[in-house]
């Protein structure tokens, strides 16, 4: 298949390969787990393959798929948990990249029937908000992307029962930080509740650091013009 890649897809290839690398070192994809995806333009997606350890990711390995998550271009097979990401793209426009990965403590939530809705650490509400726990569903399945579905519009990081956790955002560096908040946020949770008194944010804290929240996206916006 001939194709001539971009300065912008070379680019982002280099991206997917470094932040495949980063899950790999944080312990996030072990074995070939954990996939990766960025939008290349409105009609394409470029993708980690099928079969790749995370930390010997190649640029060369990446795929080239589009919408309904047919190979383009590339060597390698699309993997089978790509309709994950394409429920994604469909549902947020606002969403650029995508990561799933197994971090092992948001793993164990999500195979303990636990989501991360309860507020103890500020930053969730800085960062990624409340993690739902979508149910379960057979990996590489349909069945993977109708679980997702009703939880994609309001949360950019979800938990997947038995199963590990998938981000989202407007880069991979976004979308990275969101999943490496997430298994923070699973940390915290469990050794505050490991030591028996745990005090979850109440609801006028919630507010409270919501309105900060919204007051510093707003300064950002206003700075940017
Ligand atoms: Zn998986």
């Keep these: 298949m001939e194709h001539k890649e971009s300065s912008n897809e070379v680019k982002l290839r280099r991206e997917l390969v470094r ?8 312990g996030f994809a072990p074995g070939t787990s954990g996939n990766l995806s960025v939008r290349l333009d409105h009609e394409r997606l470029l993708a980690t393959p099928t079969g790749v350890s995370k930390a010997l ?19 390698r097979r699309v993997t089978s948990e790509i309709g994950m990401h394409l429920a994604i793209y469909a549902q947020r426009q606002d969403v650029d990249a995508v990561i799933h990965s197994h971090p092992p403590i948001a793993t164990a939530f999500a195979c303990s029937g636990r989501a991360l809705e309860e507020v103890l650490c500020q930053e969730a509400i800085m960062t990624v908000g409340t993690v739902p726990l979508a149910p379960y569903a057979t990996t590489g399945t349909d069945e993977v992307a109708s679980s997702l579905w009703p939880y994609i519009p309001e949360h950019d990081a979800i938990l ?56 510093y996206l707003d300064n950002v916006k206003a700075n940017q013009q």
């Design 160 to 215: 997947l029962a038995n199963h590990g956790a998938v981000s989202s955002g407007k880069t991979l560096l976004d979308a990275f930080m969101k999943m490496e908040t997430v298994e923070h946020l699973a940390q915290v949770a469990l050794i505050a509740h490991q030591l028996g008194s745990a005090q979850p944010l109440v609801e006028t804290q919630i507010r409270q650091l919501r309105r900060a929240r919204n007051a």
């Design 57 to 75: 990711m190649r640029t060369t390995d990446v795929v080239i798929v589009d919408l309904q998550g047919r190979l383009l271009s590339g060597t």
């Design 19 to 26: 932040f495949s690398k980063w899950i790999s070192r944080l």
